[in-house]
């Protein structure tokens, strides 16, 4: 696709429920990040793939977090046993580039989670 | 203190005028600059970037940047309606793969 493209567009869950969202990135692109953003807040940085490879997920908020990109293109986040402040909306990014220097990059419409 | 500090806002102006939002960072060692629009209940959509000190422009966007200060801006002239939103700034360091700081965003409103 054009873009990249994420989904479910909205997901409710129940407090202790497991979750995973999707993120299919610009094809081609090497490097993926996930971010959290808050309501009111500006995103909050989770993780950072180049290719397959998991490089930084120091923005992870706790170990119910886990983020993967077996085969270096789509990747899923996975939030297990959640809880109400995980309620946001998560936005997934791809980049041509990696490394050394940031050009900026494209959001995808993001996830927005609602745990109830 | 955030490593990325703007005003919250809102910064309301009138149709026409000049917007100015503001932004300083505490890491000297940031490198590249971006500034990203975001309207109510959309995904945020990167409108400049720059890299060195002084001004770059893009149609009615003017990014200013001055590290020996810390301070990066963003300037809408000939402010329209449609450019009602909200204004993030972001930051990267150099060796982090790409990774974004941002500021918690400055609302925007334009008066017809």
């Known amino acids: 696709g054009a873009g990249v493209s994420q989904s479910p567009r909205y997901k409710v869950a129940k407090r202790g429920q497991d979750v995973a969202l999707r993120c299919d990135p610009i094809s081609g692109h090497v490097s993926l990040f996930w971010y959290q953003q808050a309501l009111g807040q500006g995103p909050e940085f989770l993780t950072y793939?180049?290719?397959?490879?998991?490089?930084?997920k120091s923005g992870l908020p706790s170990d119910r977090f886990f983020a993967e990109r077996p085969e270096g293109s789509v990747s899923t986040l996975k939030i297990q046993r959640t809880q109400q402040e995980d309620s946001a909306v998560y936005l997934c990014a791809s980049s041509f580039s990696g490394g050394l220097t940031s050009y900026g990059y494209t959001f995808g419409s993001g996830t927005r989670l609602t745990v109830v | 203190q955030k490593e990325v500090e703007q005003n919250s806002g809102p910064l309301s102006v009138p149709e026409g005028a000049i917007a100015s939002l503001n932004c300083t960072y505490s890491?000297?060692?940031?490198?590249?600059f971006f500034w990203y629009r975001q309207y109510s209940g959309k995904s945020p959509e990167l409108i400049m970037s720059?890299?060195?000190?002084g001004d770059k422009e893009d149609g009615r966007f003017t990014a200013q940047l001055n590290k020996a200060s810390q301070y990066v801006s963003l300037l809408i002239r000939d402010s329209q309606p449609s450019d009602s939103a909200t204004y993030l700034c972001a930051v990267s360091r150099p060796n982090q793969g790409g990774k974004l700081i941002f500021g918690q965003g400055t609302e925007l409103s334009v008066k017809p």
């Open positions: 793939f180049q290719n397959e490879a998991q490089l930084d």
């Open positions: 720059i890299y060195s000190n």
């Open positions: 890491d000297r060692v940031s490198q590249s």
